[in-house]
């Protein structure tokens, strides 16, 4: 079985930098992709980044510039390197892995727990 736990999350002013990380154990299938989504309080689950087998990595627009998805050598702990924080990205960041690319609810067979982000301005 497929467990994911993220860690990193935390409280930041406006302008900070967060990296999170997720360690990925159990059965691993090479063609599926790692990514993170985000929930803010009251709102839907929304995609964040995704990077595939290739390392190829791909972001939202909202935090095109500012987040960076990748991955460790050994395919075990996903990064999600975010700079230049602000308030409107305050929400719980949850670590997926699943069918590419993705990007929608269906595509993910496993999540992770979440972890909560505050950015304040």
């Known amino acids: 079985q497929v467990q994911l736990v993220e860690s990193g999350g935390g409280s930041v002013q406006a302008g900070g930098s967060l990296r999170l990380s997720c360690v990925h154990s159990?059965?691993?299938?090479?063609?599926?992709?790692m990514g993170w989504f985000r929930q803010a309080p009251g709102q839907e689950r929304d995609w964040v980044a995704t990077?595939?087998?290739?390392?190829?990595?791909t972001v939202a627009d909202s935090v095109k510039g500012r987040f960076t998805i990748s991955k460790d050598n050994d395919d075990v702990t996903l990064y999600l390197q975010m700079n230049d924080l602000k308030p409107e990205d305050t929400a719980t960041y949850y670590c997926?892995?699943?069918?590419?690319?993705?990007?929608?609810?269906?595509?993910?067979?496993?999540w992770g727990q979440g972890t909560e982000v505050t950015v304040s301005s």
């Open positions: 997926a892995t699943g069918v590419c690319p993705l990007t929608v609810i269906p595509d993910i067979v496993a």
């Open positions: 159990g059965p691993t299938d090479s063609r599926y992709c």
């Open positions: 990077i595939d087998h290739r390392r190829r990595g």
